[in-house]
C-alpha cells in the first residue's frame, strides 16, 4: 500500500497591504534582525510549520536568547561596539562568525520549539515512535543552542551527563 501526503510550500502569505519583508522579525537593534525563510531552509522546516507558529517561535526564540545575552551585551556596548558585527571576532563567508553563532542559537531554540509542539501530532502507536525519534532532534536542538551561546561568549562548552 502507498500513499501521498502533501504538505503547503514554505512561502510566506502575502495579503494586500503586508509589507514585502513580512518574512524578516525586526530585532533590537543591536542583534541582527532574523530572516524566516532563512530559518526555514536551514532547519528545514516544511509547510506544516505555518507562518504564524514559526513567527511566534521565532520571536520567542529571539527573546529568549537575547535575554540570556543580556549581560554580555551590556559588557560589549561598555567597551564601545556599537552593534554585534562589531565585536572582534574572524570573518568568515564574508561576516563575522558572531552573527553565524547568534543566528545559529536563534534557529535552533526556534526549531526545538516547533518540534516539541509538533510531535503529538499522531496518538497511534507510530506517532508515539515518531514523538521519541523527534526527542533526539529537540537534545540536538537545544544543544546547539548551548554551544552557540558559549562560542559567543567565549566559554569553553561543556557536556554533562549524570549516569
Known sequence: MSSFLATAEPTTPQTPGSPAN???VTN???FPDIDMNALRASMRLDGTATHE???DATIDAIASINAELGTWQAGQLAAG??????VPAPNIGGESVQLARYRRAVFNC???????RYRDFDSTKSGGQKAE????TICDARRNVRWALSDMRGLPRATIELI
Open 81 to 86: 561596539f556599537v552593534d554585534l558585527a562589531a
Open 133 to 136: 525519534d523527534l526527542e533526539t
Open 28 to 30: 533590537d537593534g543591536w
Open 53 to 55: 507558529r514559526l513567527r
Open 22 to 24: 513580512a518574512a524578516i
Open 110 to 116: 526556534a526549531h526545538a520549539d516547533l518540534t516539541e
